[in-house]
């Protein structure tokens, strides 16, 4: 079946801008994941889904950062007044259930604030 | 803050060697997951090694976790030069946290 995909592929904005990046999980996987990764680095957790509520949260940099899961299929990770170091690989992952089982990662989203 | 370091940082071998890459870690974990990242994008999930295992083998790649040391290894052998690309490990502590990562270089 189909892997996890992001959308978009590439995201260039100006300081300041809102922005909202999705994210289509694997169908049937109940838990996803949010990460961050700048360059040479691994990736930095932000959220993680169980079903539609955020089970853990505590990843998330500061209160201009927001995700979604209404319907506990797609997500939106939406960061306002965007800021230059907010510039990294944005990765989607989705899993079966819980942090213990194999995540599946989408490419990513870059996304380059200027 | 990251809970996995991977050593080396950067390892270059001939085709054909083995490469060794390590990861240490701080607390308890249920699992201990090794992926392989090119070219800066999506995460390939590589193998899975459970805290009540001590060695995992899949294909080219041997596993070992020694929860004693909050240590694990990834053996690759027999390398290719596809095999280029950054390794890291996570584990599932209250988070899920990624080291690092070794970037990985075989020479053809």
């Known amino acids: 079946g189909a892997g996890v995909s992001q959308t978009p592929s590439n995201k260039v904005t100006e300081k300041g801008k809102y922005v909202e990046l999705r994210c289509d999980p694997i169908s049937g996987h109940t838990a996803l994941y949010w990460y961050r990764q700048s360059l040479g680095q691994g990736p930095e957790f932000l959220i993680y889904?169980?079903?539609?509520?955020?089970?853990?949260d505590s990843g998330l940099p500061n209160d201009r950062f927001f995700a979604v899961r209404p319907e506990g299929s797609v997500s939106t990770l939406k960061i306002q007044r965007t800021e230059r170091g907010d510039s990294a690989v944005y990765l989607c992952?989705?899993?079966?259930?819980?942090?213990?089982?194999?995540?599946?990662f989408g490419p990513g989203t870059r996304l380059t604030v200027l | 803050s990251q809970q996995g370091e991977e050593d080396p940082q950067a390892l270059s071998i001939q085709e054909g060697e083995n490469a060794t890459m390590n990861c240490s870690y701080k607390?308890?974990?249920?699992?201990l997951q090794w992926y392989r990242q090119n070219s800066g994008r999506g995460l390939v999930h590589l193998i899975l090694i459970r805290s009540n295992e001590r060695e995992k083998h899949s294909g080219r790649l041997r596993v070992t976790l020694d929860t004693s040391k909050k240590s694990s290894s990834l053996l690759i052998t027999a390398s290719r030069a596809a095999d280029t690309a950054s390794y890291f490990c996570?584990?599932?502590?209250?988070?899920?946290?990624f080291g690092t990562g070794t970037s990985l270089t075989v020479i053809p």
């Open positions: 992952a989705s899993s079966l259930g819980t942090p213990s089982d194999t995540q599946y």
């Open positions: 607390t308890s974990i249920n699992n």
């Open positions: 889904f169980q079903g539609t509520g955020a089970a853990d």
């Open positions: 996570a584990t599932d502590a209250s988070q899920f946290y």
